[in-house]
């Protein structure tokens, strides 16, 4: 095999796995809707977690960290690949999930499969922070974790150069908060409601990851009609 065979393929069998719709075949499998059109319309664990409940969010979110996130990290690692390839596996894999070529690129949030790559490299200081910021501060104290997912985007990068980390890890953790960021302002392509001011939509999509203020008001969202 050429030398550039073996990167190409653990990139490309990376992205393919993180674009694995799992969030949107085991809840079409479990309850017939479409994940995409109930609540947040983000594919991914969390909105399961409230369309379906917290058993299947808990798996599919547990699957989208280890699964997507970190297994194919440690196949790059235990092949040896030089560490800007096991960063590039890392990063796509947040990108094959975010946007999902199996979904007309639309996705989930990307934060499960990070905190996923967070583990695949062993990068258990900047792992427990942001277990801390997003499980703890967030989803126990909070009960919106918006915002702490919000801090910890933001936080990684500072955290991999804070604790000495290679640049292949802080460029990887760059990208991946601007990934993840960008995804929170796209969201699903889904324009404003009618009447709704782009710069506050923004906002909101910025800080705490919805369209509206109230968060119960957008995780309960049905299809019209």
């Known amino acids: 095999m050429t030398p550039l065979i073996e990167p190409i393929l653990l990139i490309a069998g990376s992205f393919l796995l993180g674009s694995a719709p799992s969030a949107y075949l085991v809840t079409r499998y479990l309850t017939g809707m479409d994940i995409r059109r109930h609540g947040s319309g983000n594919a991914g664990a969390t909105n399961v977690m409230e369309q379906v409940g917290m058993p299947v969010g808990i798996a599919l979110g547990t699957f989208d960290c280890i699964g997507k996130g970190a297994l194919p990290v440690v196949i790059a690692k235990l092949m040896d690949q030089p560490l800007s390839v096991q960063a590039a596996v890392g990063l796509v894999a947040v990108v094959g999930h975010n946007w999902s070529p199996f979904m007309k690129f639309t996705g989930g949030r990307g934060v499960a499969t990070t905190i996923g790559v967070v583990f695949g490299f062993a990068l258990w200081q900047e792992a427990l922070i942001l277990g801390v910021a997003i499980g703890v501060i967030g989803r126990l104290l909070y009960r919106d974790t918006g915002i702490w997912t919000l801090v910890a985007m933001v936080a990684l990068p500072i955290l991999?150069?804070?604790?000495?980390?290679?640049?292949?890890?802080?460029?990887?953790?760059?990208?991946?908060?601007?990934?993840?960021?960008?995804?929170?302002?796209?969201?699903?392509?889904e324009p404003p409601s009618a009447g709704q001011p782009l710069p506050q939509v923004l906002t909101y999509r910025l800080l705490w990851d919805r369209d509206v203020p109230q968060r119960t008001s957008w995780t309960r969202r049905a299809p019209e009609g």
């Open 160 to 189: 991999t150069l804070a604790f000495d980390r290679p640049m292949e890890i802080v460029a990887m953790a760059v990208s991946i908060g601007m990934i993840l960021i960008a995804k929170r302002l796209i969201a699903n392509w």
